[in-house]
């Protein structure tokens, strides 16, 4: 696993104190292991190599040493990433677990899952040679990450921003050398976002600076920025007329590859044609409570029936941001009165339009600070608003996902209590791994877990059309769960795909084509429900084992404190042990 911009880092609780609160034998090592001062120099190290090498996300993580450095795209920087990756993991792996303190025996299976999951990318998914995307796209985040926070004074940020812009169209040059044999909705992907990103850099980033003075800076950044503008149209060119026909490759990972994903990223060992019945089983549970809830909305319509009435009554497509901003008081207020779980003092993140070059596959997404920024520390919620170039009819469609109660459960995930309340306990997060890398199953499913709770907790009294919304969207997670798997290694094709989404998701059409060019890429995204009956398969333990000491906010705060964890490792901190995990 890379150094990853979207982690959202939480504070971590002692093991031994979680231990014993539920019950669990408390593990004899010290607070201080005799390995640990070695553990966290070597961890220090990996960091730093990991900042060095991805510089993008180290000035997302805060860490501004290397703002004026872009990746090293070229095969040879691969190969020593993958080499020096698996250095780390030996090393890692020699450091006696019984000599560290619980919290560094947690990091060092943390740590050690990071290492192989980022072997396993570059070395055997290996997206820098099938995805064209993560070039011109990973350019655009660049410039973006230098625009969208003011972390240093604006001829700061110039003069570092123009330092990666001369660099990139050698990187897009690395581009057709590594290229090779793309799957073809990957090259169109590419080419679908492409004019988004390169407008960027026509438009938003010299906007940005338009207060820099220094003549000199700004006849270097025009002479970069210009150029940058050239390479991308040039790269542009070469995927439609080059690299598109060439596009044979096959994007399905293969069962194997699959399981090895979920491994090392999640550690869930559970085999495919068992989660396959813990979605099935999942999606059947969550239809029929849809179809229950429709009845008490409008018993004389079918549930389809009574979801596009709720889909029709959204707000126009221009005041999407606004409506969504004054919907997240009343979630803050919520969690605090009823006691689900602390809120720590902070402003509310603040709601924008996606950014072009993230809008083909991602509907609404929370970006805050990285956790080391001391500056610069605004968060905002992205939402997607239709393309302006798509037809009347296919904006009108569209929008249908932004119905009034949608936006309230979206609310939920990406700000309070999901996204945003786990970055808020980042700055008491005393280990830095936990800062940089993290479990999709902890962070995706712990706020997908919250969408159903806050609605049983009693959210907006329990009103149906809440908790249509919340089913719909936990009907999209499953679909999710069901479609990466099937597309991946049962051969299910982008149609059938979109067919899912649809007919048993419950989704627009626009949706489910989203969803489905996602699925290409982001194969594992079943992590969502799979986190999240996790979560609930946790609670329901640690309640067993509380008893009469159990309370929703105990458990809440105990949880979102241990950190982006993988779910085992949580289930080790709270229970003593792993266990079942579904």
């Not at 240093?152 to 897009?172: G, I, S």
């Not at 849809?290 to 707000?315: C, G, R, W």
Request: some cysteine.
């Amino acid at each position: 696993m890379s150094l990853r911009a979207a982690i959202r880092p939480v504070l971590f609780i002692a093991l031994t104190a979680a231990a014993a609160a539920c019950g669990a034998p408390a593990p004899p090592a010290p607070a201080s292991g005799s390995g640990d001062a070695e553990f966290t120099k070597l961890v220090a190290e990996i960091l730093e190599d990991g900042y060095f090498r991805y510089p993008t996300q180290a000035t997302y993580l805060g860490i501004h040493k290397y703002d004026d450095k872009l990746e090293n795209y070229s095969r040879g920087a691969v190969d020593d990433a993958v080499a020096t990756a698996r250095k780390f993991r030996g090393q890692i792996e020699k450091i006696d677990p019984a000599s560290l303190s619980p919290d560094k025996q947690l990091d060092r299976e943390f740590v050690d899952h990071a290492l192989t999951s980022r072997i396993l990318d570059l070395d055997v998914i290996k997206p820098w040679a099938k995805d064209p995307d993560t070039y011109s796209s990973g350019l655009a985040n660049t410039a973006y990450i230098m625009i969208k926070r003011a972390f240093a004074p604006a001829d700061v940020r110039l003069r570092a921003l123009v330092a990666r812009e001369q660099a990139m169209p050698a990187a897009l040059a690395e581009a057709r050398k590594n290229l090779q044999n793309p799957p073809e909705i990957y090259t169109k992907i590419a080419i679908e976002q492409i004019d988004d990103s390169r407008d960027m850099f026509a438009t938003a980033v010299p906007m940005a600076f338009k207060d820099v003075k220094d003549p000199a800076l700004v006849a270097d950044f025009k002479k970069a920025n210009d150029a940058v503008i050239a390479a991308f149209d040039d790269y542009k060119s070469w995927l439609k007329n080059d690299l598109l026909p060439k596009s044979k490759g096959d994007f399905a990972y293969g069962a194997d590859l699959y399981h090895q994903r979920l491994v090392a990223d999640e550690m869930v060992d559970t085999a495919l044609d068992e989660l396959l019945k813990i979605a099935d089983a999942d999606i059947k549970k969550n239809q029929a409570a849809f179809a229950e809830t429709a009845k008490k909305i409008d018993p004389t319509k079918t549930p389809m029936a009574v979801l596009e009435s709720l889909q029709n009554d959204h707000p126009p497509a221009g005041k999407l941001l606004a409506t969504t901003q004054a919907e997240l008081d009343s979630l803050a207020k919520f969690l605090t009165e009823h006691h689900i779980i602390t809120v720590p003092q902070a402003a509310t993140a603040r709601v924008q339009e996606t950014p072009p070059f993230m809008r083909a596959t991602t509907s609404a997404s929370m970006d805050t600070p990285g956790p080391f920024e001391k500056v610069a520390t605004e968060a905002y919620y992205n939402m997607t608003l239709p393309d302006p170039k798509s037809s009347p009819s296919e904006q009108a469609d569209y929008m249908k996902q932004w119905y009034y109660a949608a936006i309230t459960n979206v609310s939920v995930h990406e700000a309070w209590p999901g996204h945003y309340l786990q970055f808020l306990y980042a700055k008491d997060f005393p280990s830095d791994a936990r800062k940089v890398f993290g479990a999709n199953t902890n962070i995706e499913g712990w706020a997908h877990y919250c969408e159903q709770m806050i609605e049983d907790e009693g959210f907006h009294a329990d009103q149906p059309k809440y908790r249509l919304a919340q089913l719909q969207d936990a009907l999209l997670r499953d679909a999710r769960f069901v479609v990466g798997i099937r597309m991946h290694t049962q051969g299910m094709t982008m149609a059938q795909a979109e067919e899912f989404f649809q007919k048993e998701g419950y989704q627009p059409a626009s949706v489910a084509v989203q969803e489905t060019k996602r699925g290409t890429a982001d194969a594992t995204y079943g992590y969502y429900t799979m986190g999240k009956l996790m979560i609930l398969k946790l609670r329901d333990d640690y309640k067993a084992r509380m008893g009469q000491a159990y309370t929703l906010q105990g458990f809440h705060d105990a949880f979102i404190k241990l950190g982006p964890l993988q779910l085992p490792l949580i289930r080790k901190a709270m229970l003593g042990q792993v266990g079942n995990i579904f």
